[in-house]
């Protein structure tokens, strides 16, 4: 016999409150937590309208109101009683689960770090009910209330007996995250049941807000928007062994790097309907999607909705309070199906990336011609701008030293003051036999124009002298233009003089003959 041991016993029993609270604290961990599980309890009353509406960002008030079945009144006395569910009656149930929730830990677990009030009304009440809970989850008031069929559940000032987690949540930053958060779940609710309406009101002001829906494709363009579903592929999968279903909506193949994000926000994955965190799921799609998109870098997460749905019996839901992981009994069997589906749209990953790496190659190396090709313009015209800005001053120079010796020499005087064996004049009369209107052609040498150009070419000048009676002046002037503008085309370096003056000559001979 076991010899009979002496002392204090250090072990005690909880005292009821504190293991209440020590619990309900696992379970509802956050505004995100009670939104979530309140929430799913309205989807599994078969609510078609679900509307959260929070104030303070849900630190001093949470309402979540429904269309659903509502709370008998049978039933209200235990409807915040831990443990106590209508979804479940004993341990065998677990393998052909179909609700979101199954462990009656929710409300009473609220009513342990909040003030609650449940009103509620089904099918059969002539009237709602209003009904006001303890921390133990104990009905202690209930009155008559004006409210259609549904259930409204009202929580206020969370976490008050819980002063270090109400205050970390005081920090703005982690409050707007928290937010962030509740709008993130709202969403993979509306895309997973497109028939409900769903809404998220904020301080009175609609943060987001989805109507009822056809299908999942309508769902989902409410949430992402129509130019990103664009870029998303349809794609039904399914196996009969193991016995899984898949449906899908990926980016299309090669599609761009904007139908990916920093975070996992649009990254929705479903097993039997219910929102989770699978990273061996999210790793396999971000293998084989960036494998397929060189631009894309691999931290980037794809905008995908995926989901799968298994019998019951081959997932385990209760992994931890808040259900966002779940356990699959055939792991790597459900996986192979995935990646099976994730062949059918992207190939190979290997042969993806190879293909995608020569496409990002190719395009390297037009883009590496393309910009050799460009470079050689840009030397060429920049050789040409060099080439003319150095010549044109020359040629201005050259021009405008002509005219201003023209301009400042009189013709006349240039004309009487060449040698008498190179002048060589003419003169014709009008047809009324005056003499008043003579035209006088006279050849003037290149030194004594310009003189002043050191390096200028031999050139020839070509002048005509008219008189004042301009009555008929139709031919010249013509040739007064040439006194007016210089022509530089005979300054050209390579134009020998002698074949200046005989152009010239020939061209005076032309003028004289018409102007007589």
Same mark, same amino acid.
């Given at each position: 016999?076991?010899?009979?041991?002496?002392?204090?016993?250090?072990?005690?029993?909880?005292?009821?409150?504190?293991?209440?609270?020590?619990?309900?604290?696992?379970?509802?961990?956050?505004?995100?937590?009670?939104?979530?599980?309140?929430?799913?309890?309205s989807?599994?009353?078969?609510?078609?309208?679900?509307?959260?509406?929070?104030? #303070?960002?849900?630190?001093?008030?949470?309402?979540? +109101?429904?269309?659903?079945?509502?709370?008998?009144?049978?039933?209200?006395e235990?409807?915040?009683?831990?443990? @106590?569910?209508?979804?479940?009656?004993?341990q065998?149930?677990?393998d052909?689960?179909?609700? @979101?929730?199954?462990?009656?830990?929710?409300?009473?677990?609220?009513?342990?770090?909040?003030?609650?009030?449940?009103?509620?009304?089904?099918?059969?009440?002539?009237?709602?009910m209003?009904?006001?809970?303890?921390?133990?989850?104990?009905?202690?008031?209930?009155? =008559?209330?004006?409210?259609?069929?549904?259930?409204?559940?009202?929580?206020?000032?969370?976490?008050?007996?819980? =002063? $270090?987690?109400?205050? @970390?949540?005081?920090?703005?930053?982690?409050?707007?995250?928290?937010?962030?958060?509740?709008?993130?779940?709202?969403?993979?609710?509306?895309?997973?049941?497109?028939?409900?309406?769903?809404?998220?009101?904020?301080?009175?002001?609609?943060?987001?807000?989805?109507?009822?829906?056809?299908?999942?494709?309508?769902?989902?363009?409410?949430?992402? #928007?129509?130019?990103?579903?664009?870029?998303?592929?349809?794609?039904e999968?399914?196996?009969?062994?193991?016995?899984?279903?898949?449906?899908?909506?990926?980016?299309?193949?090669?599609?761009?790097?904007?139908?990916?994000?920093?975070?996992?926000?649009?990254?929705?994955?479903?097993?039997?309907?219910?929102?989770v965190?699978?990273? #061996?799921?999210?790793?396999?799609?971000?293998? @084989?999607?960036?494998?397929?998109?060189?631009?894309g #870098?691999?931290?980037?997460?794809?905008?995908?909705?995926?989901?799968?749905?298994? =019998?019951?019996?081959?997932?385990?839901?209760?992994?931890?309070?808040?259900?966002?992981?779940?356990?699959?009994?055939?792991?790597?069997?459900?996986?192979?199906?995935?990646?099976?589906?994730?062949?059918?749209?992207?190939?190979?990953?290997?042969?993806?990336?190879?293909a995608?790496?020569?496409?990002?190659?190719?395009?390297?190396t037009?883009?590496?011609?393309n910009?050799?090709? &460009?470079?050689?313009?840009?030397? %060429?015209?920049?050789?040409?701008?060099?080439?003319?800005?150095?010549?044109?001053?020359?040629?201005?120079?050259?021009? &405008?030293?002509?005219?201003?010796?023209?301009?400042?020499t009189?013709?006349?005087?240039?004309?009487?003051?060449?040698? =008498?064996?190179?002048?060589?004049?003419?003169?014709?009369?009008?047809? %009324?036999?005056?003499? !008043?209107?003579?035209?006088?052609?006279?050849?003037?040498?290149?030194?004594?124009?310009?003189?002043?150009?050191?390096?200028?070419s031999?050139?020839?000048?070509?002048?005509k002298? $008219?008189?004042?009676?301009? +009555?008929?002046?139709?031919?010249? !002037?013509?040739?007064?233009? !040439?006194?007016?503008?210089?022509?530089?085309?005979?300054?050209?370096?390579?134009?020998?003089?002698?074949?200046?003056?005989?152009?010239?000559?020939?061209? +005076?001979?032309?003028?004289?003959?018409?102007?007589?």
């Open positions: 016999m076991a010899a009979m041991t002496t002392g204090t016993r250090t072990l005690q029993p909880l005292p009821a409150a504190t293991a209440r609270l020590l619990s309900s604290t696992q379970v509802i961990t956050s505004v995100f937590s009670v939104v979530k599980e309140l929430v799913e309890n989807l599994d009353a078969h609510a078609t309208s679900v509307d959260v509406k929070l104030e #303070g960002f849900g630190f001093e008030k949470i309402v979540v +109101s429904d269309n659903g079945d509502g709370i008998s009144r049978v039933d209200t235990y409807m915040a009683q831990r443990h @106590y569910t209508s979804k479940l009656t004993h065998a149930d677990l052909s689960l179909e609700t @979101y929730g199954f462990r009656g830990e929710a409300l009473g677990s609220l009513c342990a770090v909040a003030d609650v009030t449940v009103t509620t009304k089904t099918a059969a009440d002539d009237f709602s209003t009904y006001t809970l303890n921390k133990q989850g104990v009905v202690t008031n209930s009155k =008559p209330a004006h409210q259609g069929q549904g259930t409204t559940i009202t929580a206020t000032n969370l976490f008050k007996n819980v =002063p $270090v987690r109400r205050q @970390y949540y005081n920090a703005p930053k982690r409050r707007k995250e928290e937010l962030k958060r509740v709008e993130d779940i709202m969403m993979a609710f509306g895309v997973i049941t497109p028939d409900v309406r769903l809404s998220l009101i904020h301080n009175k002001c609609t943060v987001w807000h989805k109507n009822k829906a056809p299908d999942h494709r309508a769902a989902l363009v409410n949430v992402l #928007g129509t130019s990103t579903m664009s870029l998303l592929h349809s794609v999968h399914r196996s009969i062994e193991p016995q899984v279903e898949v449906l899908a909506f990926l980016p299309k193949p090669g599609s761009v790097p904007a139908v990916s994000r920093a975070t996992t926000d649009r990254s929705f994955v479903f097993f039997n309907e219910r929102p965190q699978m990273k #061996g799921v999210e790793k396999l799609v971000r293998k @084989y999607y960036h494998g397929n998109t060189p631009d #870098g691999s931290s980037r997460h794809p905008i995908m909705f995926l989901s799968i749905r298994v =019998p019951p019996a081959e997932i385990d839901p209760n992994v931890e309070p808040n259900k966002t992981r779940v356990l699959l009994h055939n792991n790597d069997s459900i996986l192979s199906v995935i990646e099976e589906m994730l062949q059918s749209v992207y190939g190979s990953p290997e042969n993806s990336k190879c995608a790496t020569s496409n990002e190659e190719s395009r390297k037009s883009h590496t011609c910009s050799a090709i &460009d470079t050689s313009k840009e030397q %060429n015209t920049l050789a040409e701008e060099q080439s003319s800005t150095f010549l044109a001053p020359t040629e201005r120079v050259r021009e &405008d030293a002509v005219t201003a010796t023209v301009k400042n009189p013709v006349r005087e240039q004309c009487e003051t060449l040698d =008498p064996e190179k002048r060589s004049g003419r003169e014709r009369v009008n047809a %009324n036999g005056n003499d !008043d209107h003579v035209t006088e052609d006279c050849e003037i040498p290149d030194s004594e124009i310009l003189g002043a150009i050191g390096n200028a031999s050139s020839c000048i070509k002048t002298v $008219v008189s004042s009676n301009d +009555s008929d002046l139709t031919m010249e !002037d013509s040739i007064l233009a !040439d006194i007016k503008t210089p022509d530089t085309s005979c300054t050209r370096p390579h134009r020998s003089q002698d074949n200046a003056e005989m152009s010239f000559l020939s061209m +005076s001979d032309s003028l004289l003959n018409k102007v007589g």
